[in-house]
């Protein structure tokens, strides 16, 4: 069975930084691309950053492009996401997906999330 | 960016209604467009993916179509677990967007 267990989340001071970590299991995580997505409160999906399965290629959307930087490890089966000077715009739950990638595109396994809150 | 635009935002429907919910990206996305449901405090999960294939184990009352940039998701004889939020979500440029949501509600 596929799983996704993000951590590393919490309260955060405007202007601070965080990692957020996803252990992955079931499946070999060195074949897949991962992304993160996020969701504010009360809000839509959001897709933050990606990168390759073997950790040559990312890419991150403009919003948080400079202070996000996502990251894997494969002999640990872990994918990373540094965040660096956060906002209050920045409070969101944060998923780990799996993301097929070839032919189409899409995110077929989800954790189950991880809060950020960045609130003074 | 490539936006997409999902409609109607909100809709309420009773159990065994057939419903349609339409999304429109704001330029050619191919058939790269999937579809996923989500309910309160849970993750969401997948549907439809490129346009219209079903994700595994998902019902056959779900049905995605369309292409180049009008989509639809239609859902025959709604059940009671299918009162959610759903998302569409462009994957033609790897930056990838998502609709609004639409939020089925119970009438």
């Known amino acids: 069975e596929v799983q996704l267990v993000e951590s590393g989340g919490g309260l955060v001071q405007p202007g601070g930084s965080l990692r957020l970590s996803c252990a992955a299991s079931?499946?070999?995580?060195?074949?897949?691309?991962m992304s993160w997505v996020r969701q504010a409160p009360g809000k839509g999906l959001e897709w933050v950053a990606h990168i390759k399965n073997d950790g040559s290629e990312t890419d991150s959307a403009d919003s948080v492009k400079g202070r996000f930087t996502i990251s894997r490890d494969n002999a640990r089966n872990s994918l990373y996401l540094q965040i660096h000077t956060l906002s209050v715009d920045d409070t969101a739950v944060y998923f780990c997906?799996?993301?097929?990638?070839?032919?189409?595109?899409?995110?077929?396994?989800w954790g189950q999330g991880v809060l950020v809150t960045v609130s003074s | 960016d490539i936006q997409m635009t999902q409609s109607p935002s909100s809709l309420s429907a009773s159990v065994g209604d057939r419903v349609t919910i339409t999304c429109r990206a704001s330029q050619f996305i191919s058939g790269y467009l999937n579809w996923y449901q989500q309910k309160p405090g849970k993750a969401p999960k997948l549907l439809i993916y490129a346009a219209s294939k079903l994700h595994i184990g998902v019902p056959s009352r779900f049905s995605g179509g369309g292409s180049g940039t009008d989509f639809t998701l239609t859902i025959t004889s709604l059940q009671p677990e299918d009162f959610a939020t759903y998302y569409c979500?462009?994957?033609?440029?790897?930056?990838?967007?998502f609709g609004q949501g639409t939020k089925l509600e119970i009438k």
């Open positions: 997906v799996r993301e097929v990638f070839g032919g189409y595109f899409y995110f077929d396994h």
């Open positions: 079931g499946f070999t995580f060195s074949s897949y691309w």
């Open positions: 979500q462009q994957t033609y440029i790897t930056r990838y967007t």
